[in-house]
């Protein structure tokens, strides 16, 4: 006999201001009983605290987080079901695709999120990779994501200190304590890259700043592969002068990493096709670049104190009749 279904409260933070909410719509065509389903519109200007405050009034006993934009499957809450059979599964989720729809651009920017060599073991929450496994804070991410509600509330919910990587500091505090992260790649949610290069720039720049912050709030050792484009960025500034004292040997490295990014670029094309992945080929360095420099920045800014809830940042909880 199969497991009962479990309640399960849908998570949504939105801008204050925002009419047309996508997620909404997908989450009302999901395949699952309407009285064991909750959904919840935390709207607010801080994602962290939106969550934990519709955390804190949630009634699921599994919180499926998702993005304003975020379109899951009609199947995906059943197939998750089956994970959380296991007491031991805390969290599990997929990636985020960009849909067939989305702008050529936009497709570009999914290729360069896609790719090995830009993003190392997180391209999987771009792309669907590998067979269903346990995983760890690389390979998820919080726009598609479930977890049982009385770990999330146990561990004092989100950091709120944190914003981006608030997911994988709680993701490393649920694995030191024994708990299983599952990645299934069929457990998707469709959702659009950003719009322009501004703002895929400057999503770069936030992801380093805010990996470096968790590593000074959490550090662990997985977060030594992030410390490779501060690096990388280091050893650009300092390339010209340390040739003059050591010659023309210092630019090996970086005509290694140029042979890198064309070998990856070849590899995309199964992905994206010819142009697409050649188009992909100047933002995988510019990848680089603006998350080694936002890395650099998140060790030096000032950190807001963490604790309790923060109750100078207002937010408005809509529940959505499914």
């Not at 006993?61 to 009609?74: E, G, Q, R, V």
């Not at 990779?129 to 049982?148: M, P, Q």
């Not at 680089?288 to 650099?296: A, E, M, P, R, T």
Request: glycine share 8%; net charge positive; charged share 20%.
């Amino acid at each position: 006999m199969s497991s009962p279904l479990p309640t399960v409260t849908i998570i949504i933070p939105a801008k204050p201001d925002m009419q047309e909410i996508l997620a909404i719509q997908a989450c009302l065509r999901l395949d699952y009983s309407r009285e064991q389903l909750e959904i919840i519109v935390a709207r607010g200007k801080h994602p962290s605290v939106q969550r934990n405050t519709a955390l804190r009034q949630a009634r699921g006993d599994i919180i499926y987080f998702l993005d304003d934009d975020s379109c899951p499957p009609a199947g995906n809450l059943r197939r998750a079901a089956e994970y959380f059979a296991d007491p031991a599964v805390k969290m599990a989720g997929g990636p985020n695709l960009c849909p067939a729809e989305a702008p050529a651009l936009e497709k570009v920017f999914a290729l360069v999120l896609a790719s090995w060599l830009a993003f190392g073991p997180s391209c999987a929450r771009y792309w669907r990779i590998g067979e269903t496994r346990a995983t760890g804070e690389k390979e998820l991410i919080l726009c598609n994501l479930l977890a049982r509600r009385t770990d999330l509330l146990e561990l004092g919910g989100f950091n709120e200190a944190l914003y981006p990587n608030e997911e994988n500091a709680l993701m490393d505090e649920l694995q030191k304590r024994g708990g299983r992260l599952i990645y299934d790649p069929e457990l998707f949610v469709h959702r659009r890259p950003r719009r322009t290069l501004k703002s895929f720039a400057k999503m770069l720049m936030t992801y380093g700043r805010g990996r470096a912050e968790q590593f000074r709030v959490n550090p662990t050792t997985g977060s030594a592969l992030n410390f490779v484009p501060p690096l990388f960025c280091f050893y650009l500034v300092m390339v010209i002068p340390l040739s003059l004292l050591f010659g023309r040997y210092v630019f090996v490295p970086l005509a290694l990493y140029a042979f890198g990014v064309v070998m990856q670029t070849l590899a995309l094309i199964r992905l994206g096709g010819g142009w697409k992945s050649f188009a992909a080929l100047p933002l995988i360095v510019l990848t680089h670049l603006l998350y080694g420099i936002g890395f650099w920045r998140g060790l030096f800014t000032k950190l807001k104190a963490g604790g309790g809830p923060r109750t100078d940042v207002p937010v408005t909880l809509e529940k959505i009749s499914p």
